[in-house]
């Protein structure tokens, strides 16, 4: 870990990454503590789950971003890479908002800030909405086009489950078009 982050080599692909170790959970029952590791990540985010209102489509987006969750316990920098594909998701969860409801303004550009401003036009965010979307596509656009080396860590974990309650509570229509139920 010379450059702070494991470089992953065949003999140690299957070691745990040295951060994981410093990752500990408290028991509030007993006080006891104890060390995390893949399956508790796993379980931290398959908790988290996209309303049944969001297009099949997104929901299989955003469970292959995070499918690669645990293995971070091995490889700590695959979170950076998991937000950032959640990142995405969200980008991808509102562009088909626009393809499914109707009575949405079409903004000149199809861009995730034209979507946006066009909800927040629109009424279906308020201003609180507004902000919190707006934050995720600042982060969206600077996962995207770094200037540096990112480094989410578990703090990954949040911010997936965050993005997923937002994508959820997207204005979505009850009777979503066939399309948008089934896996494309």
Same mark, same amino acid.
């Given at each position: 870990?010379?450059?702070? =982050?494991?470089?992953?080599?065949?003999?140690?692909?299957?070691?745990?990454?040295?951060?994981?170790?410093? #990752?500990?959970?408290?028991?509030?029952?007993?006080?006891?503590?104890?060390?995390?590791?893949? %399956?508790?990540?796993?379980? @931290?985010?398959?908790?988290?789950?996209?309303? /049944?209102?969001? &297009?099949?489509?997104?929901?299989?987006? +955003?469970?292959?971003? #995070?499918?690669?969750?645990?293995?971070? +316990? =091995? +490889? +700590?920098?695959?979170?950076?890479?998991?937000?950032?594909?959640?990142? %995405?998701?969200?980008? =991808?969860?509102?562009?088909? *908002?626009?393809? #499914? %409801?109707?009575?949405? &303004?079409?903004?000149?550009?199809?861009?995730?800030?034209?979507?946006?401003?066009? *909800?927040?036009?629109?009424? @279906?965010?308020?201003?609180?909405?507004?902000?919190?979307?707006? $934050?995720?596509?600042?982060?969206?656009?600077?996962?995207?086009?770094?200037?540096?080396?990112?480094?989410?860590?578990?703090?990954?974990?949040?911010?997936? %489950?965050?993005?997923?309650?937002? #994508?959820? /509570?997207? &204005?979505?229509?009850?009777?979503? &078009?066939?399309? @948008?139920?089934? $896996?494309?």
């Amino acid at each position: 870990m010379n450059r702070g =982050f494991k470089i992953v080599t065949p003999e140690n692909w299957l070691d745990p990454d040295p951060l994981s170790g410093l #990752i500990v959970k408290l028991d509030r029952r007993d006080g006891s503590v104890q060390p995390v590791d893949g %399956r508790d990540w796993i379980a @931290y985010v398959n908790a988290v789950q996209l309303s /049944e209102q969001v &297009p099949r489509k997104v929901r299989d987006a +955003y469970d292959f971003a #995070i499918g690669a969750v645990g293995y971070g +316990y =091995f +490889y +700590y920098p695959l979170f950076t890479l998991v937000v950032q594909q959640v990142l %995405r998701v969200a980008d =991808f969860a509102v562009a088909c *908002l626009f393809g #499914i %409801r109707l009575d949405l &303004p079409k903004p000149r550009k199809r861009t995730f800030e034209a979507r946006l401003a066009a *909800l927040g036009t629109a009424g @279906y965010l308020g201003d609180v909405g507004f902000t919190r979307w707006d $934050a995720i596509r600042r982060l969206r656009n600077s996962a995207t086009h770094p200037e540096w080396q990112q480094t989410w860590g578990h703090s990954a974990l949040d911010q997936v %489950r965050i993005i997923g309650q937002m #994508i959820s /509570e997207l &204005p979505l229509p009850t009777d979503l &078009p066939p399309e @948008y139920r089934e $896996a494309t």
